[in-house]
């Protein structure tokens, strides 16, 4: 039973690792592996193909489809607020580290081309619009497609939401799409597997080490950030005492999502620890559910480590404008991209877009490789997190002084 858990949590992920790890080999031993270029090509152009209309409905149903629009009230408001700040602390720590410690060594000049300077006013108008209906379906216009999709979304709502027959056409097709991504993500191995081959054949083993060394700096900073930043967390919200109240509790939710990578799956436990902690119900069924689409700390630091590494791949400087725009996009990517289906794979399209537009074929496969790698110590930030974040929400609803009240009760 235990195999069979293992394999059907970790079987994916194995997989993709041996493609990249087996194209890293193949690079590394034999120059001729450019000529394997064309199998992480097919790769990048089925996900390029799907991922536009995938945007544009999965959004747009999201937001048609919603039972109501009113505010779930101060609990909700709190909550939400809570998810933003921790994701902008987690986002802006992963810079600093990135910034004292370069993720990438080596020299990537021949895939950098021209990387164009960030324009504010252009910025500005591309992320909302476009100048025609049809550049809108472009995999390089997809924040507009966004605003776009939220747009209609509203419009669905305004109309009858999910009584509409739009709302459960959007649905129905949403699914459709969905099903169609996981037959593409059956050849991702090999796909990945003929882009690494490229890659290192082409860039020498450097690229292999600046992988490692991305990949350790994330695990070790993740641990360090659950060890450091959880108990302040717990003890702004919870008191004196809370962060070792919390620590007695974290433990089964951290374990959990590092072992499932799924923060939906550590809803029940998460549900457990928070009502042996003393939380108030209508605080945990609030924040823990919603914590499991919203709550991404670890996908914050993710998406900063994302563009770090790929700045650092093109030769553009991460400065403080390039930082302070991409910790926003990082946190709406983490965010509000999260709780939408296929929310992840969107954030990095996203991330490339803005920041890496002619680079897209390279910055946006080397993204969503990334992405699978760092996903258990991600999901148990993010997950994990969602119990502390309950204190700092318990603080705002029931009083400063409401674990306090709840050990005095018992």
Not at 86 to 92: K, L
Not at 222 to 239: D, K, L, N, Q, S
């Amino acid at each position: 039973m235990q195999k069979t858990s293992f394999l059907k949590n970790y079987g994916f992920l194995i997989m993709m690792l041996l493609g990249i790890v087996g194209g890293c080999l193949v690079g590394a031993f034999w120059e001729g592996a450019t000529a394997l270029e064309p199998l992480g090509t097919l790769f990048v152009n089925l996900m390029f193909c799907v991922v536009v209309p995938m945007v544009f409905f999965s959004i747009s149903s999201a937001i048609a489809n919603m039972k109501s629009l009113k505010r779930a009230g101060k609990v909700m408001g709190v909550t939400i607020a809570t998810f933003l700040v921790t994701a902008a602390i987690a986002s802006v720590i992963m810079y600093i580290v990135a910034r004292l410690i370069p993720l990438t060594t080596g020299s990537y000049q021949q895939i950098a081309g021209e990387v164009k300077e960030i324009s504010v006013p252009d910025l500005i108008i591309n992320f909302f619009t476009k100048p025609d209906f049809t550049e809108l379906f472009s995999r390089r216009a997809i924040l507009p497609l966004i605003v776009a999709a939220v747009l209609f979304g509203f419009g669905v709502q305004m109309a009858g939401g999910p009584e509409t027959k739009t709302a459960q056409l959007l649905a129905d097709i949403t699914n459709c799409i969905m099903k169609t991504v996981k037959i593409i993500t059956y050849y991702a191995p090999i796909g990945f597997f003929g882009f690494f081959a490229y890659l290192v054949a082409t860039f020498g083993p450097t690229l292999i080490g600046d992988y490692g060394r991305t990949l350790i700096i994330y695990y070790v900073l993740c641990f360090v950030y659950m060890f450091v930043f959880f108990p302040i967390y717990a003890r702004f919200g919870g008191g004196k005492g809370a962060a070792k109240i919390m620590f007695k509790h974290l433990f089964a939710p951290a374990a959990v999502s590092f072992g499932t990578c799924s923060s939906v799956a550590t809803i029940p436990t998460n549900m457990e620890e928070a009502e042996k902690t003393g939380i108030s119900k209508d605080v945990s069924e609030i924040v823990l559910p919603l914590g499991a689409t919203m709550h991404m700390d670890g996908s914050a630091m993710g998406a900063i480590l994302k563009v770090a590494f790929l700045f650092g791949m093109f030769g553009k400087n991460f400065g403080t404008w390039e930082a302070i725009l991409a910790i926003i996009v990082a946190v709406f990517a983490s965010v509000a991209m999260s709780g939408i289906p296929g929310g992840g794979g969107t954030g990095d399209l996203v991330l490339c877009t803005v920041f890496f537009p002619d680079q897209l074929a390279i910055a946006y496969p080397i993204s969503i490789a990334l992405a699978d790698l760092i996903d258990p110590p991600a999901t148990m930030l993010n997950a994990a997190g969602d119990y502390v974040a309950s204190f700092i929400v318990s603080r705002f609803v029931d009083g400063k002084d409401w674990l306090q009240k709840k050990i005095k009760a018992n």
